[in-house]
C-alpha cells in the first residue's frame, strides 16, 4: 500500500528526515515511536503534502503511485488521513458544515456523477459517528477545533477519521492529551477502521494505546531515521528503558 | 489646477449656498430650523479637512465634497424595492426613511408595543430633548455631522418607555434614490432607552441608484440598566459615499452592543464615540467590512471610559481585495478617576490582493491607573497551515481559500442576533469574495 525508500526532507535547508525506509501493507498496524524532535511528525507532514517541507532525496509510491507528485487534496482523496499531532483552529468554520463539505468532496471524488449528500442523510451519519467516539452533539456547531481543548480536538480528528473512511491513517500523537475514557473510544474507533483492507501507522509516545490497539511492528525514529524495528514488545521495552540505548550510538 | 485648499473652500461656499437657499424654501419647523442654523455655524467653523487633518488621517474627501450636490427630497420607492431590503421578522416595526424622510405608507409600527416614535420635530418640544439636540449641534466636532445638523429636516425620535422589553427589532431602512445628478440626503435618529428597557434596532443603508451622498447621524441615550442591540449594515451602491456618525451615551449598568458591517462605497466613513458616564456600563462593538475594486470603508472610533467599572470591547474583522482601502482609527480614552475599566480592541486584516490596503490604528489614552486595557491590530494573508489543514481533508485549494476567507468575515456576520440578517450578508457582503475566488 506504501512503500517509503530512502527518503529525505528538510525545512528551509536543514535536512529533518534523512532517509527513512518504511514498507506498509493492507491490513498492517504500524506504531512508530521515538524522543521529541526525531522527525515523526516532520514524516508525516511530508506524507500528507505539507508545502513547507521539502523532498530531496527518496521516493514514495502509494497505491502504485508517486505520492510525492500529489496535492495534499489529492492525496486525502486517494485515501489517506492524517490525524495532527496539534489540530489547527480556524474559527468561523462550523464544524459539522466542514465535515460535510469534507464528506462530500470524496463522494464526488469516487464518483463524479454523483450528488451531495442531503444534509439531513449527512446528519445521520454524523450523529452515529459522533456516538462511536463519544463526542457530544454540542461540538456540531462550534468552530472547528476553536476554543477545543487538547483532547476534544484529537477526538474531533478522529470523528473525521471515522466520516472520511480512509484507507490509510497516519495518527500524529492522536492518543496524547486523552484520558482514559476517550482513549478507549478514540482506539475503538481506529479498531473499527482496521478492517482488513486499510492501513494505520500510529505515532505515539505511550505504551498506554498499544493496549488498545494490537500494533503489527514498532518502529523507533530518531535523528531522522528508524532506527529499530521489531514487534509489540520492543513498545515495551522501550517504555521500561527509554530510548537512550539506542540512540546513543547513532550520533 | 485649482489645489486642495481652494477646492475645499469652494465646496465649502457650495454648502453654504445650498443651505440658504434652503433654510427660505424649507417647510420644517422653527425647531428644526434653529438646530440647522446652529449646525451650519458649527461648519463654518468645523470646515471640511485638510491632508492633515487628524480625524481624517487615512480618508481623502476632496473630491467628495467638491461634488455639486442638489439635496434630495422624499421621493417615491416601490413597494418591491423596500421588501427586497426588509426583514420579514420586522414587518411591523419598520421605519422607511426615503432620503432622510419618513415614509409612513411604507413604514409600519404595530408592533411597537408602547414604544413612541414621532419626529424629531415633535420631540423638539421637550426641552430635554432640545437641550441635548442643541449642545450636539455646538459642540460637535466631525465636519460632516455637522453638515446633518445643517440639513437634516425631520428625523425620527424613538423613545423606548422604562421597563419595556421591545419584542421584534426595530427596523430602520435608509434608502438613497440617487439618480442622474448627485444628490445629497441626511437622515437622522434619536434614540432614548428607558432606564431598565430592552430594545433592539437595525439600521441599513441601501440605494435605488448610484450617485449620491447619504450624510447620517444617530443618538442613542441609555438610561440606568437599558439594555440596546444595534444591527448596522452599511449597504450602499458602489460609487455613492456614505458618512454615519453615532453617538452613544451609557448611564449605570446600562448595555449596548453593536454589530456593523461595511460593505464599502466610493466612499464610506462610519465615525463611532460612545462615553460610558456612569458605573457598570458596557459596551461592545464588532465590525466586518468586505472591500473589492476600488472600494473604501473607514472607521473612526472614540470610546470614553468616564467613571469606573466600566467595559468596552471591541473586533474588527475586514477582508481586502484588489484596490480596496480600508482603516481603522480607534482610541480608547480612561479617564482619570475611571478605575478598574476594562477594554479591549482587536482589529484583523485580511489582505487578498498585493494592491489592498489596510490602515489600523488602534490607541489607548489612559489617565486612572488600575486599569486593564489591550489593543492589537494584525494584518495578515491567509494562514498557510489552515490552509493545509482543509486540504488534507480533501477540499481543493481554491475551495480552501474561499472558505477560509467567508468564514474569516462569517465569525462576526454569525454574531449578529436576528437570522434574517445574517442571511443577508452572507448572501450580499459574502457573495462579494465569491465572485473574485471563483
Ligand atoms: N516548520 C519547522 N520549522 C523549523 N523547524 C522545524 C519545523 N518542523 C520541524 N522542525 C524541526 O525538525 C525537528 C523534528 O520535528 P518533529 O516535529 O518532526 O519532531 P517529532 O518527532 O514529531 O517530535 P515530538 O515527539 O516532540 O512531537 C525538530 O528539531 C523541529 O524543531
Ligand atoms: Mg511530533
Known sequence: MLEIKDLHAGFEGTEIIKGVDLTIKKGEVHAIMGPNGSGKSTLSKVLAGHPDYEVTGGTVTYEGKNLLDMEPEARALEGIFMGFQYPVEIPGVNNSEFLRMAYNARLLYKDPDAEEIDPLDFEEILDAKMKLVEMDHKYKERFLNDGFSGGEKKKNEILQMAILEPKLAILDETDSGLDIDALKAVSQGINRLISGENAVILITHYQRLLEYIQPHFVHVMSAGKIVKSGEKDLALQLEAQGYDWLTAPAT | ?438
Open chain 2, 1 to 438: 489646477m485649482s489645489t486642495t485648499t481652494e477646492e475645499t473652500a469652494q465646496a465649502e461656499s457650495a454648502f453654504l449656498e445650498l443651505h440658504k437657499g434652503r433654510q427660505q424654501s424649507t417647510q420644517a419647523p422653527e425647531a428644526v430650523k434653529e438646530l440647522n442654523q446652529a449646525g451650519i455655524q458649527r461648519f463654518e467653523l468645523l470646515k471640511f479637512p485638510h491632508s492633515k487633518h487628524e480625524m481624517f488621517t487615512y480618508v481623502r474627501t476632496v473630491d467628495t465634497v467638491a461634488t455639486p450636490y442638489a439635496l434630495a427630497g422624499p421621493e417615491a420607492v416601490s413597494k418591491e424595492f423596500i421588501e427586497s431590503a426588509s426583514y420579514s421578522a420586522c414587518e411591523q416595526t419598520r421605519l422607511v426613511l426615503v432620503n432622510g424622510f419618513l415614509n409612513e405608507e411604507l413604514s409600519n409600527t404595530e408592533g411597537m408595543n408602547g414604544v413612541k416614535v414621532s419626529g424629531l420635530s415633535e420631540a423638539l418640544g421637550q426641552a430635554e430633548v432640545r437641550d441635548y439636540l442643541r449642545s450636539g449641534a455646538e459642540n460637535e466636532n466631525d465636519v460632516f455631522a455637522s453638515l446633518n445638523a445643517a440639513f437634516f429636516s425631520e428625523g425620527i425620535f424613538i423613545d423606548v418607555p422604562a421597563d419595556t422589553a421591545l419584542k421584534s427589532p426595530v427596523l430602520l431602512l435608509c434608502i438613497s434614490t440617487g439618480g442622474e445628478k448627485p444628490k445629497a440626503s441626511f437622515p437622522r435618529l434619536l434614540v432614548r432607552a428607558g432606564r431598565g428597557s430592552e430594545s433592539n434596532f437595525i439600521v441599513k443603508f441601501v440605494g435605488q441608484r448610484e450617485n449620491y451622498l447619504v450624510d447620517a447621524a444617530q443618538d442613542f441615550i441609555l438610561e440606568e440598566n437599558s439594555c440596546v442591540g444595534l444591527t448596522q449594515i452599511q449597504a450602499d451602491l458602489g460609487n455613492s459615499r456614505h458618512f454615519c456618525k453615532t453617538r452613544v451615551r451609557q448611564k449605570k449598568d446600562s448595555r449596548f452592543n453593536l454589530i456593523g458591517s461595511l460593505s464599502g462605497a466610493r466612499l464610506a466613513r462610519d465615525h463611532f464615540e460612545c462615553r460610558l458616564q456612569e458605573p457598570g456600563a458596557e459596551m461592545s462593538m464588532k465590525g466586518v467590512t468586505v472591500l473589492r475594486d476600488e472600494e473604501q470603508a473607514h472607521r473612526f472610533i472614540r470610546i470614553h471610559h468616564e467613571a469606573p467599572h466600566c467595559v468596552s470591547e471591541q473586533n474588527f474583522k475586514n477582508v481586502i481585495n484588489d484596490q480596496g482601502r480600508s482603516s481603522i482609527d480607534g482610541t480608547v480614552i480612561v479617564n482619570q478617576g475611571a478605575q478598574l475599566t476594562r477594554s479591549d480592541q482587536l482589529i484583523n486584516n485580511l489582505m487578498l490582493s498585493d494592491g489592498a490596503h489596510a490602515d489600523g490604528k488602534p490607541n489607548l489614552m489612559i489617565f486612572a491607573d488600575d486599569v486593564k486595557c489591550t489593543h492589537g491590530n494584525t494584518v495578515g494573508q491567509i494562514d498557510g497551515d489552515q490552509l493545509f489543514y482543509l486540504q488534507t481533508r480533501g477540499l481543493s485549494r481554491e475551495a480552501a481559500r474561499s472558505l477560509l476567507t467567508t468564514s474569516f468575515a462569517q465569525s462576526i456576520i454569525e454574531s449578529i442576533p436576528h437570522p434574517e440578517a445574517v442571511a443577508d450578508l452572507n448572501d450580499t457582503l459574502l457573495k462579494k469574495l465569491e465572485a473574485k475566488n471563483g
